[in-house]
């Protein structure tokens, strides 16, 4: 497949604002996260059409832990549903789905799904859709160097071979390209410990919709956005 250059190959979204869709609507905050599990479905589909490669949504980060056990276990389950539900049409449309973060924090029965849907979809080449789970930027960060620590300790590296090379390919993401767009929802211009490292030279687009309400034309929208940015770059 030939991608449009002015396509970002790798689009990562912090998907924000559920709570606040369902508070305006008098509803409880569940319903803002189960019509945002819509939203993914939408935002899947649009970049697939697109020709994106990579899609990472920042589905559960590190601090998510700390809301009520409810909302936890609530999330879990939507994400459960998610995974069985989408299992065979991810493997139809030839995506291939990967999970990021501290996975083994996850459920058993969460984590057994993505297990077997990474496995069963590992060689597909359409799109690679990143599931960021109990993510921690600064956690990957801290992981990736203790690996090259462990690694110069025993004599197997120097500390002079460690490069920005050679430290992206001990984080989660090694081997995916970094995101060319990050978009977030709901307004707030925070980074929020989400791919820290990768996000270096991403074009940020703010989007003023909760989540929920994030579909199909606000990617394009998006889309559209950082490619007005490329162009007059290109110009000067
Ligand atoms: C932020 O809204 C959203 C989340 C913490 C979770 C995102 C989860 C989903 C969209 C649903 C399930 C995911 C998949 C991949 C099917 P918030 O609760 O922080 O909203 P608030 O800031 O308004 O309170």
Redesign the pocket.
């Known amino acids: 497949m030939v991608t449009h250059p002015e396509i970002p190959r790798h689009i990562a979204i912090i998907?924000?604002?559920?709570?606040?869709?369902a508070?305006e609507r008098g509803l409880p905050?569940l319903e803002?996260?189960?019509v945002?599990?819509e939203?993914?479905q939408e935002v899947l589909e649009a970049s697939i059409q697109l020709g994106v490669e990579y899609l990472t949504?920042?589905?559960?980060?590190s601090e998510?832990w700390r809301r009520p056990a409810t909302e936890v276990s609530a999330?879990m389950g939507?994400?459960n549903?998610?995974l069985e539900n989408k299992a065979k049409e991810l493997d139809r449309q030839n995506v291939r789905l990967i999970a990021i973060g501290q996975v083994d924090r996850l459920p058993e029965k969460t984590r057994v799904l993505i297990e077997r849907i990474e496995a069963r979809t590992a060689n597909h080449t359409t799109l690679t859709l990143v599931?960021a789970l109990s993510y921690g930027g600064r956690e990957e960060i801290v992981e990736a160097a203790r690996s090259l620590a462990s690694d110069a300790a025993a004599g197997n590296i120097s500390a002079s071979d460690i490069d920005a090379e050679l430290f992206a390919s001990r984080l989660q993401t090694s081997g995916i390209p970094d995101p060319d767009l990050l978009i977030r929802t709901?307004g707030?211009m925070r980074v929020s410990n989400f791919l820290l490292w990768q996000i270096s030279y991403a074009e940020i687009v703010i989007v003023k919709k909760?989540?929920p309400d994030f579909r199909h034309g606000d990617l394009l929208d998006s889309v559209e956005e950082y490619k007005r940015r490329h162009r007059r770059f290109g110009s000067l």
């Open positions: 998907m924000d604002g559920n709570g606040r869709w508070k905050r803002g996260h189960r945002g599990a939203s993914v949504l920042y589905a559960f980060s998510n999330l939507l994400l549903r998610f599931l709901s707030e909760y989540w």
